[in-house]
Structures are given as C-alpha cells and as structure tokens.
C-alpha cells in the first residue's frame, strides 16, 4: 500500500512538472461577440493539437475594463503574451516604454508579404515591428441610391470635395436632405475634418504635425481643411438638430431614408438596420458606398488614396513566449483569415483573404484598403485620449461655426504640446 503511494505520487510529481514544463501563451482581447470567441477557440485547438507542448489559454475582458487594467498588466509580472491593440499613439508609447517586442526577426518574407504595407506601418514603432494587424475598418459614405436618383444626383460621380458641394445644393434644392450625422457625439464630425487633413496634405500630414513639423498642427493642410469643412457646414447640409443627435439615432435615421448620405465606417452595415424604426433597414439594392473625395487643389499631393479607419490587432510584449509569434501567425494565416470572411464576423486584412467575403460592401472596403497608399487610425485614437478628445471637440465646433479654422488648428497643436 505504502509503495502504490509513492508511485502515486512519483507519477503525481511527474505529471505535474510536465504539466510546468509545458510552455503556455496568454492572449488578452477585449470581449468579442459570440462568433469570433468560437474561432478563437477553434484556433486555438487546432494549435494545440500540432503543438501538444503548448498550452494556448485566451482571456477576455470588456472593453472599458481592459483599457484600465491593461496598462498596470504591461508593467507586471502577470502580462500577457499577446494583447489586442488600437495600435497609434498607445502602442508608440508601450514601445517606448519597453512593454513590446520586435518581432520583425521573427517573420519570414513569406509571412510579412501576406499583410499590405500600410497595415504593419501601423504595428511599426522607429523601425521594430511590435504586432501583427487583425482587421481594419474604413469610413465611407454610405450612400441611400433612390434619395441621390431622386434628387438627380449621380453618386458615382462624386470624385472630388467640390464634386460633393455640388451634390449637396441639389439635393438641397430637390428637397432631400443631403447628409445625416450624430453631432452629440463629436466623433463622427471628426471623420470630416481628418480625412480633408488627409487630403490637403498627404498621407504623412498628421505624423509630420506629431513631429513637430511646419508648425505642427498648425500647419497650412490643418487650416485648410477646416476652412473646406466650413464651406461644407455653411450650406446647413445636416439634419435640422444634429448636434443634438446621437451617432446611434443618426445611423438608424439613414437606414429609414432620412438623409441621403452617411459618413461612417463599415461597421454600421448591420448596426444601423437595427437602429432604423421597421428594424430592417435599407434593402442593399438602395445602398452603395463611396469613398471620401479628393480635393481639387491640395496643399501637398499624396493623400488622394489614403484611407481613415481603425486598424485592430495584436501587440507581442517583451518577455513573450517563444511560440507567441508562431502562434500569431497560425492565427493569422490565409486560411483562418478566411474563414472569419466566410462568416461575416470581421474584413480580415490578411491579403486575399477579403475574397471569401460575401457583402460586396465589404469586399469594397478590402478592396480600398489592400490598394491604400497609407490607412490613418483614426485621429481621435491614433493621437492619445486627450489630443483626441480635442480634435473631437474642434470638429463640433467648427461644424457650428463658433471657431475659425485657424483656431481650430492652433487649439489642437496646443494639445499635442501639453500632452
């Protein structure tokens, strides 16, 4: 009896030192919805099971706790391998920090040249590649085809920012309400100001400014696209009362037919059908998307084919597991990709991956940010919470006039400095 004890715990102490011995890999992500948790965990079986030392284990947290918690995570001994990322200004900072890994010796050609160029420039800190990119969204305007027909307006033909002031006198002069915005808040008004920086100066406008650049924010293609706003918010283009209006009740207010045009990004394609009063929305006959116009005289060239979005993925942090990066991989790979395409849970950003989509409006927006030149986060995001809540502010306020672009600018560059 003693003997079959101690063999006993003999096997115990064995199995419990393989069990130590097993290299583990955390991965920590914001709470995603119930179909994406699914693949994860299909992932991350499939790795197990060609890597049976690994233990992969996932961890969700919701949204707002885990931009608390993580910060005081990274500067623990309990931090995770791999975390979800906004990538911007807060990666730049990890990475200053020392929190991240460069894993830019970790990836084979083959691996790298399956993601565009502009989505591992978002994971990139001074040269090091901290990440690996998930997906990423793009703000279009969603566009209500029978209220553009019936206004006589040709969507397809807005190319460029003037093209667009155009249509907005007919449709105004038709009796049709040309754009429809959440202007409570904020953040949707900001979608303008950026991409017409964007366009004014380059796709390096708003690096350039973080650098300190032509007078930072202050510089020339800041100023003029508040002054190109303006002409836009001087034709009175919105709903009446937009600035009492949330994103929410403006989404659902484009899906029954209330204004002809929409600036969001993808994401709203089924949000805003269930926000719409017959909970069904516009038929995907009556909608199409654009992108943003170009304008015709820009401060700097370059930034016609640039793109305004959220560029989600994955951080690797500095004392990261050996297989963490193999792992990333393996999770990123076309096949996986793919099959998220297939169903519906996100626009993969792995190349070619985007053709398993379904949506032709999805397949649009893979389609624009493969071909992108450069894929802004979005400002708000990409420039730090304080700086963003700032240009979230400057773009409501230039929307009602009560400060000149000049202002506007200057209060922005002003922000960035007291950071």
């Given at each position: 009896?003693?003997?079959?004890?101690?063999?006993?715990?003999?096997?115990?102490?064995?199995?419990?030192?393989?069990?130590?011995?097993?290299?583990?890999?955390?991965?920590?992500?914001?709470?995603?919805?119930?179909?994406?948790?699914?693949?994860?965990?299909?992932?991350?079986?499939?790795?197990?099971?060609?890597?049976?030392?690994?233990?992969?284990?996932?961890?969700?947290?919701?949204?707002?706790?885990?931009?608390?918690?993580?910060?005081?995570?990274?500067?623990?001994?309990?931090?995770?391998?791999?975390?979800?990322?906004?990538?911007?200004?807060?990666?730049?900072?990890?990475?200053?920090?020392?929190?991240?890994?460069?894993?830019?010796?970790?990836?084979?050609?083959?691996?790298?040249?399956?993601?565009?160029?502009?989505?591992?420039?978002?994971?990139?800190?001074?040269?090091?590649?901290?990440?690996?990119?998930?997906?990423?969204?793009?703000?279009?305007?969603?566009?209500?085809?029978?209220?553009?027909?019936?206004?006589?307006?040709?969507?397809t033909a807005i190319k460029t920012w003037d093209d667009l002031l155009a249509a907005v006198q007919t449709m105004k002069d038709a009796g049709v309400t040309p754009i429809v915005v959440g202007g409570q808040d904020k953040w949707p008004l900001h979608f303008y100001w950026s991409y017409l920086a964007l366009r004014e100066g380059g796709a390096e406008v708003v690096t350039a400014a973080m650098n300190g650049e032509d007078g930072g924010f202050e510089a020339e293609p800041f100023v003029a696209a508040g002054e190109e706003f303006q002409k836009l918010t001087e034709m009175e283009p919105f709903q009446p009362g937009f600035m009492g209006t949330t994103y929410e009740t403006a989404s659902g207010m484009f899906a029954d037919g209330k204004g002809a045009l929409h600036l969001m990004g993808d994401w709203d394609y089924l949000p805003m059908r269930g926000r719409s009063q017959s909970g069904e929305g516009l038929p995907d006959d009556q909608m199409a998307i654009i992108s943003f116009p170009a304008v015709s005289d820009p401060v700097a060239e370059g930034g016609d084919s640039a793109t305004l979005g959220g560029m989600n993925g994955w951080a690797v942090t500095s004392d990261a597991t050996d297989g963490a990066v193999d792992f990333l991989t393996f999770l990123l790979n076309r096949d996986h990709q793919e099959e998220v395409a297939r169903e519906g849970i996100f626009i993969p950003i792995v190349k070619g991956a985007g053709e398993a989509l379904e949506n032709p409006f999805f397949q649009q927006v893979a389609q624009d940010i493969a071909?992108?030149?450069?894929?802004?986060?979005?400002?708000?995001?990409?420039?730090?919470?304080?700086?963003?809540?700032?240009?979230?502010?400057?773009?409501a306020d230039l929307a009602q006039g009560v400060i000149t672009p000049e202002e506007a600018a200057a209060q922005v560059e002003e922000a960035w400095q007291f950071r």
């Amino acid at each position: 009896m003693k003997l079959f004890v101690k063999t006993a715990l003999l096997a115990s102490a064995a199995w419990g030192t393989a069990a130590m011995a097993q290299e583990e890999i955390r991965v920590l992500r914001v709470q995603p919805s119930d179909p994406e948790q699914a693949f994860y965990a299909r992932v991350e079986a499939a790795y197990e099971a060609q890597n049976p030392d690994v233990d992969v284990v996932f961890e969700y947290i919701a949204n707002e706790a885990y931009k608390s918690k993580l910060p005081t995570l990274l500067q623990s001994d309990a931090r995770p391998d791999i975390f979800y990322s906004w990538a911007g200004q807060t990666l730049v900072e990890q990475a200053e920090a020392g929190f991240l890994k460069d894993i830019s010796g970790e990836l084979s050609d083959e691996v790298r040249s399956t993601f565009p160029d502009a989505a591992l420039t978002a994971y990139t800190v001074d040269g090091a590649l901290h990440g690996l990119p998930l997906y990423a969204t793009e703000v279009v305007f969603w566009v209500n085809t029978a209220l553009t027909e019936e206004a006589g307006v040709d969507h397809t033909a807005i190319k460029t920012w003037d093209d667009l002031l155009a249509a907005v006198q007919t449709m105004k002069d038709a009796g049709v309400t040309p754009i429809v915005v959440g202007g409570q808040d904020k953040w949707p008004l900001h979608f303008y100001w950026s991409y017409l920086a964007l366009r004014e100066g380059g796709a390096e406008v708003v690096t350039a400014a973080m650098n300190g650049e032509d007078g930072g924010f202050e510089a020339e293609p800041f100023v003029a696209a508040g002054e190109e706003f303006q002409k836009l918010t001087e034709m009175e283009p919105f709903q009446p009362g937009f600035m009492g209006t949330t994103y929410e009740t403006a989404s659902g207010m484009f899906a029954d037919g209330k204004g002809a045009l929409h600036l969001m990004g993808d994401w709203d394609y089924l949000p805003m059908r269930g926000r719409s009063q017959s909970g069904e929305g516009l038929p995907d006959d009556q909608m199409a998307i654009i992108s943003f116009p170009a304008v015709s005289d820009p401060v700097a060239e370059g930034g016609d084919s640039a793109t305004l979005g959220g560029m989600n993925g994955w951080a690797v942090t500095s004392d990261a597991t050996d297989g963490a990066v193999d792992f990333l991989t393996f999770l990123l790979n076309r096949d996986h990709q793919e099959e998220v395409a297939r169903e519906g849970i996100f626009i993969p950003i792995v190349k070619g991956a985007g053709e398993a989509l379904e949506n032709p409006f999805f397949q649009q927006v893979a389609q624009d940010i493969a071909a992108a030149s450069y894929h802004q986060i979005f400002l708000d995001q990409f420039l730090g919470a304080s700086v963003g809540a700032t240009v979230n502010d400057i773009s409501a306020d230039l929307a009602q006039g009560v400060i000149t672009p000049e202002e506007a600018a200057a209060q922005v560059e002003e922000a960035w400095q007291f950071r």
